[in-house]
């Protein structure tokens, strides 16, 4: 199983989440490496997972953002798409409760609610459609994206639901954040 693996993500101290290329998401004790749960999605999983506010989030190729109950493994909800969903989902907390983004494909960036209650299919706060990117770190209470295909720094203000920042950075080949520091990879020949 292990070269099935798509990614894994620490979940509070004591626990790993896990992803497979075939589908199955696993929760596994970081200290034993016993399983405590594990559940299938429809189809495979290629993009990283994350994890936050007690669940395990999951970008499926299915066409579904599924959202696990971190205790127990349990769908909390899924949030249906019109395409795969191949990028990472970004978990934030916020003054007005968690969150997770996601970058889907024909509707843009959305910004779901981390826990929506009692609704099964995910409750929606805004969506964004020009704000393609990877999430690479927070500045204060917005999240930084870079969009590495089309060389843009995007901040994203989550409130707001509104990019207040792009930035192009046409010879950055790379970009990446510790802590609120932007570290850059130049290309030396490329040519703005």
Not at 89 to 97: F, H, Q, R
Request: proline share 3%.
């Amino acid at each position: 199983w292990s070269s099935d693996v798509c990614s894994s993500d620490l979940v509070g101290s004591d626990n790993i989440a896990a992803a497979s290329k075939g589908g199955t998401v696993l929760l596994l004790d970081a200290k034993s490496a016993g399983r405590l749960w594990g559940e299938k999605v429809f189809s495979g999983v290629s993009a990283p997972l994350t994890a936050g506010g007690g669940f395990v989030f999951v970008a499926g190729k299915d066409q579904y953002l599924w959202a696990f109950n971190a205790r127990n493994g349990r769908t909390a909800w899924r949030y249906f798409t019109q395409s795969p969903l191949d990028t990472a989902p970004i978990y934030v907390d916020t003054a007005k409760g968690g969150v997770v983004l996601q970058w889907v494909e024909n509707e843009g960036l959305v910004c779901l609610e981390a826990d929506p209650g009692d609704t099964i299919e995910g409750a929606a706060r805004w969506r964004i459609p020009d704000a393609r990117g990877e999430g690479i770190g927070m500045i204060g209470d917005r999240v930084v994206l870079w969009d590495a295909a089309n060389r843009d720094l995007r901040v994203v203000d989550i409130d707001q639901g509104a990019v207040t920042r792009k930035i192009s950075l046409p010879q950055v080949s790379e970009l990446s954040m510790i802590g609120d520091s932007i570290l850059a990879v130049g290309e030396e020949d490329r040519k703005s």
